[in-house]
């Protein structure tokens, strides 16, 4: 093992000792993550709400055009209005020449003498074949045919109208029916029985009547050919005045104003993309100088760190995408949501599943960042969100059940009203409509955030193992099955971690560690005694010691089997991480001293001859603050029930010599605890046993009756 070590490289040894791989991956997300958010940056603009009456000017603010629709449409009108009247041949009495047609073939059947060639039917085709041509003729002037022939729209149906026509009929000219007869010849193949039939049709008026449906088709067709009009608008020109009526071009020029300010930013550039990534790593880079001197354990804990990143990511996203929503809403949804509230629910999540210094610290940063990034009002909306943010902590830094977050949520709606008012008597209003709708849009906000709140925090403890007071509450439930096993079957044991957890409870506070954590913790750390309980002296209640039986290394091994039975019955409970190491921490490595001293008299006082390690603990030695404040009030609490007076002093003795004890044999060495904690534990250690040992007046006996 020594021999690879040192063939691996030292920079690889030290990725794997310290999980500082994932960290920086970790760290990378949350860089890409702020970056990508600040640097894909919404453009706010007023949007205007058609015939209402605009509250403020609205000015250019960038060079633009703008697609002219009033002047577009008054262009495709202009130029329909070339398309004048179209006609058609009545159809009635085109109906009445066909017939008269057929009846002269039959009256008259001179025709078989000129077409010998040609047969009834053929002729009686012909005469069909004319009338269909003639009821899908169509006349108009020459303007317009004109005007259709320019746009390659002219029909091969459509025929200039007579000269004569006088409003109601008029004889068709030669060339229209020379038109039609070379159509026919080139469709029948045949030329003498067309010109037979076409002789019929020609040399009278005929009627003709408007067909307004061709002349709009044909209008429409005219207006599409226009192509769509842009105004040019210059930067500083006004667009809506004060009061104004606002109508669709009003709308449509703030629609590409804006559009013209998204290019603008030209966010796929690379000095934009550059200065988005810079700036996220210098918030990344302050974030991370403040965890290194501040929280040092969020930075070494992969967990707690992916958690806080999994936070705040999920922050950046929620406001984003509210933004997005908002800004394409065209009901006028952004003047009613004038003020989103976000930071809310971060800081309720980082408070609950971090620390509050770490939610007050993230609240400010975020911010600043989302006042800054998002396409709102700045100034309010960072006063306003941080306010509540910093609200939100303060209500749930003693936040007990899953259902006091409404309570949270509630005080800090609360809190708004008077924001709310302050900001209209800024403006020299007292009340109006916009008051009610930022209450109304506050508490929808922050009622989706208490649910949101509700259903991650199991999730994010389940995933990132994490304990919070919530959790820790539940777990002190008598009626849990260990610890109802424990006060029936080792009563003495669950009386002493009672008492544990009282005293390690009071010095936790002291020093601003987790106090509920050791309180509760501590009802667990020795439910490994629940396999042997009468080993333990604390159980025999004054009855035969079966250590008697025993050789000293077996009752050594007895009393420090019950931290690996311990861990084995904390995981098949299904209880936290952060338990189990407190089960496996509470010893350390320490030395079963009472049953080493045994064995070495046994060995004729050569303590030589014993190996120390078979009566010592398997440790490992306490990694956080709470777990070496519960080994010291376990430690203290079991030895100071040897006392036999338990004043102040002997107490005071007890502490100092068992704590130096602990000092010097290394248990204290990982745990961080500065000396200046050390001194403040061990006043509250002594003065909570102080309370608890007191002693009370010897009451006299009652005289026998």
Same mark, same amino acid.
């Not at 449409?73 to 009635?92: K, T």
């Not at 100088?289 to 990511?313: D, G, M, P, V």
């Not at 609240?363 to 509540?388: Q, Y």
């Given at each position: ?10 920079? $690889?040894?030290?990725? !794997? ?25 919404? %453009? ?14 609205? %000015?250019?603010?960038?060079? @633009? ?81 004109? !005007? ?32 039609? $007869? #070379? ?36 209008? !429409? ?45 030209? &966010? ?55 933004? @997005? ?103 020299? %209003? ?12 506050? /508490? ?6 208490? &649910? ?64 509920? /954590? ?25 009855? @035969? ?7 000293? $290394? ?13 861990? %084995? ?32 008299? #046994? ?32 430690? &203290? ?19 100092? !010599? ?13 745990? $961080? ?33």
């Amino acid at each position: 093992m020594s021999g690879e070590s040192k063939e691996t490289p030292k920079w $690889q040894r030290y990725l !794997r000792k310290e999980n500082l791989g994932k960290r920086l991956l970790v760290g990378l997300l949350i860089l890409f993550s702020l970056a990508a958010f600040i640097h894909f940056r919404e %453009v706010r603009v007023d949007m205007l709400e058609l015939d209402s009456h605009a509250k403020n000017y609205v %000015v250019a603010q960038v060079d @633009f055009e703008f697609p002219d629709e009033e002047g577009t449409v008054i262009l495709r009108q202009e130029s329909a209005r070339d398309i004048g009247v179209i006609y058609r041949l009545d159809p009635q009495f085109v109906d009445q020449k066909r017939f008269q047609v057929e009846k002269f073939l039959i009256d008259d059947p001179r025709w078989r003498n000129f077409l010998t060639k040609t047969t009834y039917e053929e002729l009686y085709q012909t005469a069909d074949d004319v009338k269909a041509v003639l009821l899908e003729s169509r006349f108009a002037k020459e303007r317009t045919l004109n !005007r259709l022939r320019s746009l390659d729209l002219l029909p091969p149906e459509y025929f200039l109208l007579p000269s004569s026509f006088d409003g109601e009929s008029a004889p068709l000219s030669d060339s229209f029916w020379q038109q039609i $007869q #070379q159509e026919l010849i080139k469709k029948k193949r045949r030329g003498p029985d067309v010109a037979y039939i076409l002789n019929y049709f020609q040399g009278i008026d005929w009627p003709m009547d408007q067909d307004t449906s061709a002349q709009r088709a044909l209008r !429409r067709q005219v207006e599409t050919t226009v192509p769509q009009r842009f105004s040019q608008i210059r930067a500083g020109s006004r667009i809506v005045d004060q009061g104004e009526k606002v109508t669709q071009r009003h709308i449509s020029m703030v629609q590409a104003m804006k559009k013209a300010m998204t290019e603008d930013q030209k &966010i796929w550039e690379p000095l934009p993309l550059l200065s988005s990534l810079i700036f996220a790593t210098l918030i990344v880079l302050i974030g991370g100088f403040y965890f290194h001197y501040k929280h040092q354990e969020i930075i070494r804990n992969i967990y707690k760190l992916s958690l806080y990143a999994t936070i705040i990511i999920l922050t950046l996203i929620a406001a984003k995408v509210t933004e @997005f929503f908002l800004l394409q809403s065209t009901g006028g949804l952004l003047e009613v949501v004038r003020y989103p509230l976000f930071l809310p629910f971060a800081a309720i999540l980082i408070c609950v599943l971090l620390s509050g210094e770490v939610a007050l610290f993230s609240t400010c940063f975020l911010a600043v960042i989302l006042g800054l990034s998002l396409a709102v009002d700045h100034s309010r909306f960072i006063v306003i969100n941080i306010t509540m943010g910093a609200i939100a902590i303060l209500a749930s830094r003693n936040l007990r059940k899953r259902k006091e977050v409404f309570a949270v949520c509630g005080k800090v709606w609360l809190s708004c009203i008077p924001i709310f008012f302050v900001y209209n008597f800024s403006l020299n %209003v007292f009340w109006n409509i916009y008051v009610v709708s930022d209450l109304m849009s506050t /508490f929808v906000f922050l009622a989706l955030t208490s &649910i949101l709140v509700v259903g991650l925090l199991p999730m994010l403890e389940s995933i990132f193992h994490v304990m919070t007071d919530i959790t820790l509450m539940e777990y002190m439930d008598p009626n849990n099955e260990l610890l109802r096993r424990l006060s029936v079957e080792a009563p003495g044991t669950y009386q002493h971690c009672l008492v544990v957890g009282s005293i390690s409870e009071a010095a936790a506070q002291a020093i601003g560690a987790n106090g509920l /954590f050791c309180r509760v913790s501590t009802l667990y750390h020795d439910i490994g005694k629940l396999f042997n309980p009468h080993y333990f002296t604390e159980n025999q209640m004054g009855g @035969f010691n079966i250590h008697q039986l025993l050789t000293p $290394q077996e009752s050594a091994q007895v009393i420090i089997t019950h931290v690996t039975e311990g861990e %084995v019955l904390a995981r098949k409970h299904g209880l936290p991480q952060s338990f189990i190491d407190v089960i496996r921490e509470h010893h350390g490595n320490t030395l079963v001293y009472y049953f080493y001293c045994k064995q070495v008299e #046994q060995m004729g006082g050569d303590s030589d001859s014993v190996d120390e390690k078979l009566f010592r603990y398997p440790g490992p030695k306490p990694r956080s603050k709470e777990s070496a404040i519960i080994m010291m009030a376990d430690t &203290i609490e079991a030895a100071s029930r040897s006392l036999e007076n338990a004043d102040e002093e002997a107490i005071t003795e007890l502490v100092n !010599r068992l704590i130096a004890e602990k000092l010097e044999d290394g248990q204290f060495d990982d745990c $961080q605890l500065t000396f200046e904690e050390f001194g403040t534990v061990k006043r509250t250690i002594i003065k909570s046993l102080s309370v608890a040992r007191h002693l009370r007046i010897k009451y006299p006996n009652k005289p026998s009756a």
